[in-house]
């Protein structure tokens, strides 16, 4: 029965499965990876509070640097693990 449930009377070998979910868990990985900065840095922009910059074109300015400096970072590093 168990056969049945994961899908092995198929011909499906239990090491593709595995396989394939490592690389969906990889995929994922990545994409948190790369977009964690740019949502760190947009939800304290969405808070209404006032920080340095906030009423100034530097401010804007500073905020793109700050997003995407680490993730130019984090996609430069993992093309150099060959993730990408």
């Not at 056969?3 to 990545?30: F, M, N, R």
């Not at 760190?40 to 793109?64: K, Q, R």
């Amino acid at each position: 029965m168990r056969d049945v449930d994961l899908g092995l009377s198929y011909g499906l070998d239990p090491e593709v499965l595995h396989q394939h979910e490592d690389e969906v868990i990889k995929a994922l990985t990545v994409l948190f990876t790369v977009t964690i900065p740019l949502t760190i840095v947009t939800s304290a922009f969405g808070m209404n509070v006032w920080f340095p910059g906030f009423n100034a074109v530097e401010g804007l300015y500073l905020a793109l640097a700050i997003m995407l400096i680490p993730t130019i970072a984090i996609v430069i590093w993992l093309r150099r693990k060959k993730w990408l």
